[in-house]
């Protein structure tokens, strides 16, 4: 066994769990002594073992580089070793939950952390769930949390949802009938369930369809996303321009870039900026890109941190820019 793996075999004895592919323990280890160490090895105060600190290493892999100084807040774990529904970071005052996929993705849905003691995504965790088994349509809808709405259609059949399971709390219904549920309001609902983005995609699906049928191929269109409750989602595309977009739709600020060039573009950044931390009372500071994403690498006069894609700081701070000017994380 090497010293990395045996670091986390102590590790995962001391959290009592079987170590999997959600890298980091449900709870963080941080009163740790060097008698848990393995012999020869000393206690790193800044070793990040599964995201935790501190950590054990030997005295040849801290002096070399081997092992990367990184701490950050824990993942939360489930039992198969999954990632759970809920992750958190950040503290109490600007941090915030978000949902997350079995694989530690960021899926549709937040809160603030001091606010997030019974977020559940469950919603957000099926929608997910529904979208990779391959399904062309799902018409859940989430609330901003994650959680299920009241009134819920899918495949033709709506129902209404108890919102931490989804569970029927009524006999489901025709959708033509939905406006007979209890839960159905007409202020809420409207007089159909399929929300504008939603209408806009279902429309779009049609008539690219249809043109396809006739071979025919009209590049004008615009290319729409909606998120989980409905809303539009965080980018849309125009004439070859990705945009970052509100929940209405309309572009924020002048964060955008060519459709070509937009891989890995999630516009944390630009919606942070312009919809959730003004909703607070908030301001952002750190610095966007063009595309709307954090900026990896930013500062405080002559501090210099990274951050993730999610504008949370990873590592420690230092005095310049680092050597590999912060990789950026894969976004989600």
């Known amino acids: 066994m090497d010293t990395r793996s045996w670091s986390v075999f102590i590790f995962c004895l001391l959290v ?21 160490c393995a012999p020869g090895q ?4 800044r070793l990040s073992v599964f995201g935790c600190c501190p950590g054990c290493v030997f005295p040849q892999e801290q002096e070399g580089g081997i092992i990367t100084d990184e701490c950050k807040p824990p993942s939360n774990c489930l039992p198969d070793g999954k990632y759970g529904p809920v992750q958190c970071k950040g503290d109490m005052f600007t941090g915030r939950c978000f949902c997350s996929d079995e694989n ?5 849905g937040q809160m603030w952390r001091n606010d997030a003691s019974e977020m559940t995504c469950a919603c957000s965790r099926k929608r997910a769930e529904l979208e990779k088994s391959g399904r062309m349509t799902v018409s859940l809808h989430c609330t901003a949390n994650g959680d299920y709405e009241r009134l819920q259609c899918d495949d033709g059949i709506c129902w209404c949802a108890d919102p931490k399971t989804g569970q029927p ?3 489901p219904v025709m959708e033509e009938d939905m406006k007979h549920l209890p839960c159905y309001s007409p202020l809420v609902t409207g007089e159909q369930y399929l929300r504008r983005c939603e209408s806009l995609v279902h429309s779009l699906a049609l008539i690219h369809k249809e043109q396809s049928e006739h071979g025919t191929n009209f590049l004008g269109h615009p290319t729409a996303f909606c998120d989980y409750d409905g809303s539009y989602g965080p980018y849309q595309i ?10 209405d739709g309309k572009i924020l600020g ?18 942070d900026t312009a919809i959730h931390f003004p909703e607070r009372g908030m301001m952002v500071t750190e610095i966007c890109l063009a595309n ?10 002559d501090v210099f941190y990274c951050v993730d894609s999610d504008g949370y700081p990873v590592g420690e701070m230092m005095d310049a820019w680092p050597s590999d000017n912060c990789v950026a994380p894969v976004p989600t």
């Open 16 to 36: 009592g769990r079987v170590c999997s592919q959600c890298d980091v323990a449900q709870v963080c280890i941080t009163d740790v002594t060097a008698a848990i």
């Open 42 to 45: 000393i206690l790193a105060p």
């Open 104 to 108: 530690g993705r960021r899926i549709f």
């Open 169 to 171: 709390t009524v006999t």
């Open 238 to 247: 125009q004439n070859g321009i990705a945009y970052c977009t509100g929940r």
């Open 254 to 271: 002048s964060w955008q870039v060519m459709a070509s060039e937009m891989s890995g573009m999630n516009c944390n950044c630009a919606r």
């Open 292 to 301: 709307g994403n954090y900026r990896p690498n930013q500062n405080v006069g």
